[in-house]
């Protein structure tokens, strides 16, 4: 049975998956950097991360795992608080949409008194060959982009689909945040404009145009009837999607 639910959006964890590029057009700039990092996108406050169960690339039909390429790192939120996060440089050998993703260790929220658990990916496009883009990883949580989720304006909207176990998830809410990364960006004092709330229609679809250049979270969170024990209690397992997607001005 599939529940669709979301955490309050005061509490909008997100795990971030962010490259350097979108887009690698030129063979000459073959590398970028992924950012992997828990915390509020809007706001700039850190969570501490472990380091991931799983972390790779998918490409050409081919999943490749990059858990070993990881450097563990330090990272400074908007407080000062310094916290520990990842990173790593991946350079590109070939042509092709590459689906990078992450799987993080569950993440025990005691204000929620809950475990969260987000499986991200990010999609890069590299040397002009647009295939790929719409794979299915077969993760637990996972969100299928029906709009190619790279080369897009300010102002295009995205489509995708919230899956859970491979089947879409009716009218699950899907919280949006952008990614306020010099904290530039200011929002009234009310949490609704910080983290906006959209809800998938009967097939799991969902709709959102992006207002803003730069990179935007969209996280699908579930309720699965799974549990994990903390201090001797069970305590509900949340499981989410988390897809990234950057939109660029136009000229």
């Given at each position: 049975m599939l529940v669709a639910g979301v955490l309050a959006p005061a509490q909008a964890h997100y795990q971030m998956l962010i490259?350097?590029?979108?887009?690698?057009?030129?063979?000459?700039?073959r590398a970028i950097d992924l950012d992997i990092?828990?915390?509020?996108?809007?706001?700039?406050?850190?969570?501490?991360?472990?380091?991931?169960v799983r972390f790779g690339v998918w490409v050409a039909g081919r999943d490749n795992d990059l858990?070993?390429?990881?450097?563990?790192?330090k990272v400074k939120d908007r407080m000062g608080e310094v916290l520990p996060a990842f990173m790593t440089t991946y350079a590109f050998r070939k042509p092709g949409?590459?689906?990078?993703?992450?799987?993080?260790?569950?993440?025990?929220?005691?204000?929620?008194?809950?475990?969260?658990?987000?499986?991200?990916?990010?999609?890069v496009n590299t040397f002009g060959l647009e295939e790929g883009w719409d794979h299915e990883l077969g993760m637990e949580a996972e969100i299928v982009p029906l709009?190619?989720?790279?080369?897009?304006?300010?102002?295009?909207?995205?489509?995708?689909?919230?899956?859970?176990?491979?089947?879409?998830?009716?009218?699950a809410k899907v919280s949006v945040?952008?990614?306020?990364?010099?904290?530039?960006?200011?929002?009234?004092d009310a949490d609704p404009f910080i983290t906006q709330i959209i809800k998938a229609d009967a097939n799991g679809v969902f709709t959102y145009a992006?207002?803003?250049?730069?990179?935007?979270?969209?996280?699908?969170?579930?309720?699965?009837?799974?549990t994990?024990?903390?201090?001797?209690?069970?305590?509900?397992?949340?499981?989410?999607?988390?897809?990234?997607?950057?939109?660029?001005?136009?000229?």
């Open positions: 490259p350097s590029d979108d887009v690698v057009t030129h063979k000459e700039r990092r828990f915390n509020h996108p809007f706001e700039g406050l850190g969570v501490p991360m472990e380091k991931p858990l070993d390429r990881l450097q563990a790192v949409d590459h689906i990078f993703y992450v799987v993080p260790q569950p993440f025990w929220d005691e204000a929620e008194e809950i475990f969260l658990v987000q499986y991200a990916k990010v999609v709009t190619r989720p790279y080369g897009l304006w300010t102002n295009n909207v995205f489509q995708g689909i919230a899956k859970l176990d491979g089947k879409p998830v009716p009218f945040e952008y990614y306020n990364q010099d904290g530039k960006v200011s929002a009234p992006m207002p803003k250049a730069g990179w935007w979270g969209f996280s699908a969170l579930v309720e699965n009837n799974k994990m024990e903390h201090n001797g209690k069970a305590y509900p397992l949340h499981t989410g999607a988390v897809i990234w997607i950057k939109t660029h001005n136009m000229p």
